[in-house]
């Protein structure tokens, strides 16, 4: 057991170095993650289906992630990895840490203790549905208990800047994967004893792990042999300061949630947890390609621009965002194609029946179309962030979330019209669905964030000349491959359809997995006669793996994560 320990050890503490392993080794650990989140999920669908109980469960965290956001992108990794960089010694960087940790533990417990006494008030005025329904004062209590995440998750935060800068990326990785498995193990253990409140208890549970994973082998470091102490007060203050752009710009998305929740509260019970389902099964992709490249590629991508090399920024800038329309368009246009089956293989069992079937469907289709753009946003902000730029990712995040908010509004309103409503119903295949109309909520997420992404890329062509002429070519043939693998999936699933099998969840799911195998191998063959450069590097790269061949690469990158 103990050489088992001991390998295990190892392997956390591992180095990733080029920008294909970082970004495949990210995208394992992100694939993990998503997999535990997935089965979360279906243990929330079955247990509850899309009711008012799992409402309550998702409006409970607008208030605590709002807060996190906050709080935690003053302690985020990407001001403190530098901060750290900065400090050789351990004993200056163990000074700078626990300042850190005592400003921030002082700040978090201040900000969620006031939240707890204001909660009834701010909750009965987002959520009135919820007062009509005489459901506000589990809501409260949801929130209350909740409010202990953004201090753990703050204080994981500010371990995970050490976890990086001594290269642990497999352990940081480690983190989500243990968050999860405290939510599903509040909705199997703790919900059966204590109710509702033992899914909130879940969530800190999680959040708990999320942050004692990383102390071990922090503390064998050198860190926090003493309780933590502001020797540094100045230190505090420049970090806090230089972090108020990134904290406001990520409060802009937390915002938007905030609104697009009390939006679905206001339509029909269960409308949140469509929302939610859907905007869930969207983010396990955008995890896996975007999330994993555009973490990548940060600390290269800061140090290349604090050397001046302009050049280098920019080629590594265009060579993520290449792979990430390489591999997001076609698998966007397969979710589009698959939506049924994938939603009712993952969720569908127990209370979630049909209709929440059909409707997390659509929803999930609806987020899924911009996740090509809202991978790009997560590379291009990471790359401004590197410049040492925070003012105008702030600027389009502002200007994304009010376009949100209002476009949700619109279509909300167009869609009392019933000649309109039942228009948008066929289009999405929810005919006389009741709560249809939470489907603008997620078509309105999907047009902002296409919007806030080309204003974004424009601004950044408009700074570092020459971007969108590096990346136009793999962006016109994954339009080509997106389409090519969307047409095969169709086509397979048209003549499975005239088997007329059974529809057991076994043959759903075979029926998705042979068009989706269908859809990625004309996909694959249309990149390979286009003569695509990514395809070509990703196939010498997996076969270089695969005959334990030794790959060169021109960069360098280690991982940084941040939650």
Not at 282 to 287: G, H, N, T
């Amino acid at each position: 057991m103990n050489a088992i320990t001991q390998r295990a050890l190892r392997f956390v503490s591992s180095e990733v170095r080029g920008l294909h392993a970082a970004a495949y080794v990210l995208a394992a650990c992100a694939v993990l993650s998503s997999l535990l989140a997935l089965v979360r999920d279906r243990v929330l669908a079955h247990t509850f289906g899309a009711s008012v109980d799992l409402d309550l469960y998702y409006a409970a965290f607008r208030m605590p992630d709002l807060i996190f956001v906050v709080l935690g992108a003053l302690v985020s990794v990407y001001m403190l990895i530098p901060e750290l960089s900065k400090r050789e010694s351990i004993e200056l960087q163990r000074d700078y840490i626990d300042t850190i940790v005592a400003g921030f533990s002082a700040l978090a417990v201040t900000v969620s203790l006031i939240a707890i006494g204001i909660a009834p008030f701010a909750l009965e005025m987002i959520f009135p549905g919820f007062v009509s329904q005489g459901r506000i004062d589990e809501l409260v209590s949801l929130t209350r208990i909740m409010l202990l995440q953004p201090v753990l998750l703050g204080l994981s935060n500010i371990l995970a800047a050490i976890t990086q800068v001594r290269h642990r990326y497999a352990l940081y990785a480690l983190s989500p994967l243990l968050y999860s498995i405290g939510i599903i193990f509040g909705a199997t253990v703790f919900l059966p004893l204590w109710g509702l409140s033992g899914l909130a208890w879940g969530v800190v549970l999680g959040a708990f792990m999320h942050m004692a994973v990383q102390v071990p082998s922090i503390a064998a470091d050198g860190f926090f042999n003493r309780i933590p102490r502001l020797v540094e007060p100045m230190a505090l203050y420049r970090t806090a300061v230089i972090s108020i752009p990134r904290a406001l710009a990520l409060s802009m998305s937390q915002i938007t949630f905030l609104g697009l929740t009390a939006f679905a509260a206001s339509i029909a019970s269960g409308s949140i947890a469509i929302f939610m389902f859907g905007y869930n099964l969207a983010s396990v992709p955008l995890a896996i390609i975007g999330a994993s490249y555009s973490v990548a590629a940060f600390p290269t991508l800061a140090r290349a621009y604090t050397r001046g090399d302009q050049e280098e920024f920019l080629s590594l800038v265009a060579t993520a965002t290449r792979y990430v329309f390489f591999w997001s368009l076609p698998v966007a246009t397969l979710i589009v194609i698959l939506r049924a089956h994938i939603v009712r293989v993952i969720l569908g069992s127990g209370a979630f029946d049909w209709t929440d079937t059909r409707l997390t469907a659509a929803a999930f289709a609806l987020f899924s179309v911009s996740l090509a753009t809202q991978g790009l946003s997560l590379l291009l902000v990471r790359g401004y962030y590197a410049a040492g730029s925070t003012i105008v990712p702030l600027v389009v995040a502002i200007g994304t979330s009010i376009t949100t908010l209002l476009l949700a509004a619109f279509a909300l309103s167009s869609l009392t019209d019933h000649a309109m409503l039942r228009l948008v119903e066929e289009f999405l295949r929810v005919e006389g669905l009741s709560g249809s109309p939470v489907l603008a909520l997620a078509f309105a997420f999907s047009v902002a964030s296409v919007l806030g992404t080309i204003a974004l890329a424009l601004h950044f062509e408009y700074r570092f000349r020459g971007f969108l002429a590096r990346i136009v070519r793999t962006v016109l043939e994954s339009m080509i491959a997106a389409i090519g693998a969307a047409s095969g999936a169709y086509i397979f699933l048209v003549y499975a359809s005239v088997l007329n099998v059974s529809s057991t969840v076994l043959s759903i799911f075979l029926q998705g997995f042979g068009a989706g195998l269908c859809g990625i191998s004309i996909g694959a063959l249309a990149y390979f006669l286009l003569g695509s450069r990514e395809f070509a590097e990703t196939y010498a790269s997996i076969r270089a793996r695969l005959w334990r061949e030794q790959e060169q690469e021109d960069v360098t990158l280690v991982a940084s994560a941040e939650q």
